[in-house]
T-cell receptor, first 111, second 113 residues
Framework: SQQGEEDPQALSIQEGENATMNCSYK?????LQWYRQNSGRGLVHLIL?????REKHSGRLRVTLDTSKKSSSLLITASRAADTASYFC???????????FGKGTTLSVSS | DGGITQSPKYLFRKEGQNVTLSCEQN?????MYWYRQDPGQGLRLIYY???????QKGDIAEGYSVSREKKESFPLTVTSAQKNPTAFYLC????????????FGEGSRLTVL
């Protein structure tokens, strides 16, 4: 079934650096979402980008979407230790069923 | 505060037993969902409900059952037919069925002994 796949699987950076993670998907979508999950907790919605949008910002987050390449990227600028978490992309299925999630990127930010 | 409450947070089960995970929301959302998460894996959809008294199977519904008798509640039963039930279970809701942002509970971790 259609699924977003994040890359890299794991990312380790220092505080203050930028973190970029990518998501690729297989079929056409209406929108793509990014979620964050702290260890052992539920997911928290970060940002939604529609198929007719190319870029979206929210605070230190910047999301891009390239529908021709079926890919999206999430950029976290000036990372903090509190950004340490797993990040998931999720895509809808145009037929109208629930979101499909990728396996996530685990981000570790050290101080 | 509005949100989704899952209970219990941790649950241990002996093989052959059915267990029920609770999910309650006070967000007045129409749609509710159950996902399963295994270590290093993404979330996989078990069941979802767009409206009271209606629900649909997701990608991995075998060995699970649900009910939606009230808008606020969407319990998940893990039956003895589920071959590998040890996992982290996440309940979510959305304002509009199958669209927009999902709001998640804090999860229930089930371990089969």
């Amino acid at each position: 079934s259609q699924q977003g796949e994040e890359d890299p699987q794991a990312l380790s950076i220092q505080e203050g650096e930028n973190a970029t993670m990518n998501c690729s998907y297989k079929t056409s979508i209406n929108n793509l979402q990014w979620y964050r999950q702290n260890s052992g907790r539920g997911l928290v919605h970060l940002i939604l980008i529609r198929s007719n949008e190319r870029e979206k910002h929210s605070g230190r987050l910047r999301v891009t979407l390239d529908t021709s390449k079926k890919s999206s990227s999430l950029l976290i600028t000036a990372s903090r230790a509190a950004d340490t978490a797993s990040y998931f992309c999720a895509t809808d299925r145009q037929a109208g069923t629930a979101l499909i999630f990728g396996k996530g990127t685990t981000l570790s930010v050290s101080s | 505060d509005g949100g989704i409450t899952q209970s219990p947070k941790y649950l241990f089960r002996k093989e052959g037993q059915n267990v029920t995970l609770s999910c309650e929301q006070n967000l007045n959302h129409d749609a509710m969902y159950w996902y399963r998460q295994d270590p290093g894996q993404g979330l996989r959809l078990i069941y979802y409900s767009q409206i009271v008294n209606d629900f649909q199977k997701g990608d991995i519904a075998e060995g699970y059952s649900v009910s939606r008798e009230k808008k606020e509640s969407f319990p998940l039963t893990v039956t003895s037919a589920q071959k590998n039930p040890t996992a982290f279970y996440l309940c979510a809701s959305s304002i509009v069925p199958l669209a927009g942002e999902l709001f998640f509970g804090e999860g229930s971790r089930l371990t089969v002994l």
